[in-house]
């Protein structure tokens, strides 16, 4: 049986609240009949509910600890549905034929800047984004003209989504608990 430890330079914390990942899960009701693209899955705590509510789901993480433990625990996944690869590289125009999809995640603090910008390049593609994000990122992206924490990133997000804030996480959700609280945002195309 494979054990997965949150590595550090992955920026990996793993949720390990149900009703969180639950609650995250219910966000992408609009989705439906869309594929939808988990990143980050870690040990799979979304990924139960996203399948058990019948979402076309495949799943791109990096760490191979979690990889294999996602073949173990996920076997109708196993039948090419596990990308083993860093998303920041992977080719969502090509994985989806230039299809639209939904994309969700607990994403790494460390690089969720990034993943926001990589939506940004595929805006024809991702139609929904909804993810987990550190509480003050969430709040800036969510941030209406004129405040001070209006920035670059909000600008870009605002001009082709309709952003709404979910709701806060505690960090006691976690393992090892973030020294920061998360917040869910949901992006829609708008």
């Known amino acids: 049986m494979t054990i997965v430890r949150p590595k550090k330079a992955l920026g990996q914390h793993f949720l390990k609240d149900l009703s969180v990942a639950l609650r995250i899960a219910a966000t992408l009701d609009d989705c439906e009949g869309m594929p939808v693209l988990e990143v980050g899955p870690g040990t799979g705590v979304l990924t139960k509910f996203l399948l058990e509510k019948g979402h076309d789901l495949k799943v791109v993480e990096i760490d191979r600890d979690s990889i294999a433990y996602l073949y173990e ?25 230039g299809k639209a999809f939904c994309l969700i995640g607990n994403y790494p603090y460390n690089i969720s800047s990034q993943i926001l ?16 994000f550190q509480k003050e990122v969430a709040e800036r992206i969510c941030s209406p003209a004129g405040k001070k924490s209006y920035g670059i990133l909000s600008v870009f997000l605002q001009a082709y989504y309709d952003i709404d804030y979910l709701f806060t996480v505690s960090e006691k959700v976690f393992e090892p608990p973030p020294k920061v609280q998360s917040a869910v945002i949901r992006l829609k195309r708008n």
């Open 117 to 132: 910008f990589k939506v940004l390049e595929n805006r024809d593609q991702v139609q929904y984004c909804v993810g987990m």
């Open 73 to 97: 625990h996920f076997p109708e996944l196993a039948d090419g549905r596990i990308l083993a690869e860093d998303f920041l590289k992977t080719d969502v125009n090509g994985l989806y034929q």
